[in-house]
């Protein structure tokens, strides 16, 4: 894998913000009306909107399911119909998650997305920088659909149920993000992964 694929553009997390104000008024709810439905504190939603939080996975599932719409639709920046080819240096970056909930606090992560500009797509296809971080584990977590990771470089420590897998280059694993999991470093050194999520809608 090339070393500049993981070169893009940002989307900020206003984006994201204006994105949610938008898709919640157009439905005639209030914050706090969202934050009931989708079992969120008023105060997350706010913060979303408002650009000054960075997103983990399972509040955004959460909410896009109250608001009926894609994951894809708050991560999108533009739609095409057909293939979409990503060359090496070309892969986007989504808004900057704090958490794909393949990992909570245990790295900080960068995300590229190979398919952001797919429309009605039911995968979402990642590269990700994981960088060790020296932060308390948060704990893991859990949410509907499946994952599967492919470690590019470095090395990565699963932890899945009551197991903890380590994997190498070339290593990958698949599994049901029901399960409460975490993904992080293994050792000091950072590691890029190839990552796909499918949420089912």
Same mark, same amino acid.
């Given at each position: 894998?090339?070393?500049?694929?993981?070169? #893009?553009?940002?989307?900020?997390?206003? &984006?994201?913000?204006?994105? +949610? &104000? *938008?898709?919640?008024?157009?439905?005639?709810?209030?914050?706090?009306e969202?934050? @009931?439905?989708?079992?969120?504190?008023?105060?997350?939603?706010?913060?979303?909107?408002?650009?000054? +939080?960075?997103?983990? /996975?399972?509040? +955004? /599932?959460?909410?896009?399911r109250?608001?009926?719409?894609?994951?894809?639709t708050?991560?999108?920046?533009?739609?095409?119909? #057909?293939?979409?080819? *990503?060359?090496?240096?070309?892969?986007? &970056?989504?808004?900057?998650?704090? %958490? /794909?909930q393949?990992?909570?606090?245990?790295?900080?992560?960068?995300?590229?997305?190979?398919?952001?500009?797919?429309?009605?797509? !039911?995968?979402?296809?990642?590269?990700?920088d994981?960088?060790?971080?020296?932060?308390?584990?948060? #704990?893991?977590?859990?949410?509907?659909?499946? @994952?599967?990771?492919?470690?590019?470089?470095? %090395?990565?420590?699963?932890?899945?149920?009551?197991?903890v897998?380590?994997?190498?280059? #070339?290593?990958?694993?698949?599994?049901?993000s029901i399960?409460?999991?975490?993904?992080? &470093? !293994?050792?000091?050194?950072?590691?890029?992964?190839?990552?796909?999520?499918?949420?089912?809608?």
């Amino acid at each position: 894998m090339p070393g500049n694929v993981a070169k #893009g553009i940002a989307v900020p997390a206003a &984006t994201l913000g204006q994105k +949610l &104000t *938008t898709l919640r008024e157009s439905l005639g709810l209030s914050v706090d009306e969202v934050a @009931e439905r989708c079992q969120c504190e008023p105060v997350v939603i706010a913060g979303l909107e408002a650009g000054e +939080l960075s997103p983990s /996975l399972a509040p +955004l /599932l959460r909410i896009t399911r109250a608001l009926g719409v894609r994951l894809g639709t708050l991560l999108d920046d533009d739609a095409v119909i #057909g293939p979409v080819v *990503t060359r090496a240096g070309e892969a986007g &970056t989504a808004p900057r998650l704090k %958490s /794909l909930q393949t990992a909570s606090d245990a790295g900080l992560l960068s995300y590229h997305s190979l398919a952001a500009s797919k429309v009605s797509r !039911h995968m979402e296809p990642f590269i990700i920088d994981v960088a060790p971080s020296e932060l308390e584990r948060s #704990g893991r977590s859990s949410h509907e659909g499946e @994952e599967f990771i492919y470690v590019l470089s470095g %090395s990565l420590e699963v932890e899945y149920g009551r197991e903890v897998h380590v994997l190498w280059p #070339g290593d990958s694993i698949y599994f049901d993000s029901i399960v409460p999991h975490e993904v992080r &470093t !293994h050792g000091a050194a950072a590691a890029r992964i190839l990552a796909v999520v499918h949420v089912p809608e």
